[in-house]
DNA sequence: TCAATTTAAGCAAACGCTTGCAAAATTCAG
DNA sequence: CTGAATTTTGCAAGCGTTTGCTTAAATTGA
């Protein structure tokens, strides 16, 4: 019923070598043979079978992703940035949407993962020097989105320097009671973008020889549900902020939404600034910081594929350009607001 | 370096056969010699290599996810369904992002696909009878969420009687000239579950007596921008809608900020009800549908994994229940609302 | 024209597992 | 106890490629 290589062999009256060569196109084959084997496979509707392939080669054509939450839009860009350039080079995409770190270290040493992929994609969640170190001695190339690790490609976006970007536009327009929506310290998991952009945040106080009060700090955990309560906690306060930064757009909207709850205005009460630039921030008229989600993911698959094309490539670390897009979240502290604003999301 | 079978099997002193029998936990092995296989795997740190194992069974471990846009909320909250009961089941999962249906039908019709899966799942966008016929000579058990698709496992809601019941809703609420927010007909891919919407909003009108004046109708693509762009269409009608219906939250979320930017108000001066019950909607306040998006992954990949441990298990057609979930966006027509609307998203 | 190179093609041994069938061991019935 | 039935194990033939090495053919240089 299918064909093999054999089948292929024969028509083209060659051996299974040679077809296996042409096919791929590899160099030590005459015009005329290469010919020859691709009209006797398309004559057969033949197609390699990949696990054939991968037995015998020891590759796999396939890029693993190991994501946190791949329902949250942040990830999801990223996947489907990876899978598009993955896809387009032949490679196919393997999902790992793991949110232990014990599962992942268990993917990781058992070299499980060795057999299925031939690199990988860290979402976020750095890798322990460990896991490098197993990873490495498999041989299997990583990068790393969204986190610096030695030894590893990575590609990502300067935390500190656009959260403090984020928080200077707050402090250009005269705020000084700045609020700060951070992701928990309790949770278990080590994410490092939140920790730079609160060093952001807490750097841009103090080159503006501000300072934090670190009541007005609360904690959230990057869901828009735990944003609202963030920012419920902060507007209890005796003395609130009037501005806030939150250190993703989920966040922020889970804030807007507490602050409307307390009656209260943005911005004429409170402004706010989140990090992302979320599908929906252009109609929430939210200030943020924009990073370049799905790029990202693609120029991750992108430097991995170009290291499995050549090995002998160097690492390398690729920091991608933010973008502050000042919209109606936030105003000049003690400033009228001209009129209503046009073109917002809410207030239903 | 790494462990074969055969070092299992030289250190358990059995054959390779067994140990594989054991491993697998296959009925024909003594107690006894099962227990010694495993000491000795796990003494050298074996573990099976799924390419030699798949090159030998032909069976593959892995389900793969062909759908359009796996970034979108929808998309991505299914993958997420999937990816999680795939694997606490031992199979890895492939993704596919096709946007382009000839991407599709290659992959299906050159049987690609069934040396890389054991079973596909298909979002949304429903295979053709042809694919579906290639699909079943490979042999490989197809299911398709959100649509019925003859002789495939279904699992999907049911977008007439849920969008009726909307519609319905509106309605009720004395609400005549009813605006359509629907996918445009126009573009390439054919989803039903649109049209399906489309079928129970003008159903509900009829059983109601009522008449659709079909110029309320415009169209977007499931986009914010796209649904922003068709409520500034029925906003510059001459008699524009008392209320509309949103094939999806998020067209309803860009119809929203269209009605701000108009500088009207909701549900004062326009109902909205979208479909979907998006993460943000319960922040935004929209009045929706709520359809349980994760578990009709979680479903539809259950039913494909116990179809391929008992392939004689029948097909099935599971619809989920959905919910109309009453917020603060739809209000009785003509009557005053009461006081300020709390818990609103918006109004930046 | 002929040896020396270079290039193209083929041989056959992996790759690491699964599985049908046969053999051995055990259990059972009488 | 013994032969039959049953259970457990082993043998070895695949599964469909890739690739190092060898051989044959073509090209080159003198």
Redesign the interface.
């Known amino acids: 019923m299918?064909a093999t290589i054999e089948d292929v062999a024969r028509v083209a009256g060659v051996s299974t070598a040679t077809v296996s060569r042409a096919l791929r196109g590899l160099p030590s084959v005459t015009p005329e043979t290469r010919e020859k084997v691709s009209q006797a496979a398309a004559s057969l509707?033949y197609?390699v079978?990949?696990?054939?392939s991968?037995?015998a080669s020891g590759k796999?054509s396939t890029i693993g992703v190991i994501a946190p939450?791949?329902?949250?839009?942040y990830?999801?860009?990223l996947?489907?940035g990876i899978?598009?350039v993955s896809?387009s080079s032949g490679f196919?995409?393997?999902?790992?949407?793991l949110e232990r770190l014990d599962e992942r270290e268990r993917l990781f040493q058992?070299?499980?993962v060795k057999?299925?992929v031939d690199a990988l994609l860290v979402c976020s969640l750095p890798p322990s020097m460990d896991e490098v170190r197993s990873l490495q001695q498999m041989n299997i190339p990583v990068a790393v989105i969204g986190a610096e690790v030695d030894e590893c490609n990575s590609v990502r976006i300067d935390d500190v320097q656009s959260a403090k970007t984020a928080t200077g536009h707050l402090i250009n327009m005269g705020h000084t009671r700045i609020g700060l929506i951070a992701e928990s310290p309790l949770q278990p998991l080590s994410f490092t973008a939140p920790r730079d952009r609160r060093d952001g945040f807490l750097l841009a106080h103090q080159e503006a020889g501000l300072n934090f009060d670190s009541s007005l700090e609360a904690y959230g955990s990057f869901t828009?549900e735990s944003g609202?309560r963030a920012m419920g906690e902060l507007l209890s306060k005796a003395q609130p902020p009037t501005a806030v930064f939150c250190e993703s757009d989920e966040m922020a909207?889970?804030a807007?939404?507490a602050i409307?709850?307390h009656?209260l205005?943005?911005?004429d009460d409170i402004s706010?600034v989140g990090f992302d630039d979320h599908?929906?921030s252009?109609?929430?008229?939210?200030t943020t910081i924009a990073q370049p989600v799905?790029l990202l993911g693609e120029t991750a698959a992108w430097i991995l594929l170009e290291q499995l094309k050549e090995p002998t490539k160097p690492r390398t670390s690729t920091v991608m350009p933010t973008q502050l897009i000042v919209r109606?979240?936030t105003k000049r502290l003690g400033s009228d607001r001209a009129g209503?604003?046009?073109?917002?999301?809410?207030?239903?």
């Not at 939450?69 to 839009?73: L, Y």
């Open positions: 299918k509707d197609v079978s990949p696990t054939a991968r037995l796999t939450f791949i329902d949250r839009w990830f999801a860009k996947v489907s899978e598009r896809r196919d995409v393997l999902i790992y949407s058992h070299r499980l057999e299925r828009i609202e909207f889970g807007i939404s409307h709850r009656g205005r943005i911005p706010i599908d929906l252009k109609f929430a008229n939210l799905q109606n979240s209503a604003v046009i073109g917002a999301f809410g207030s239903i």
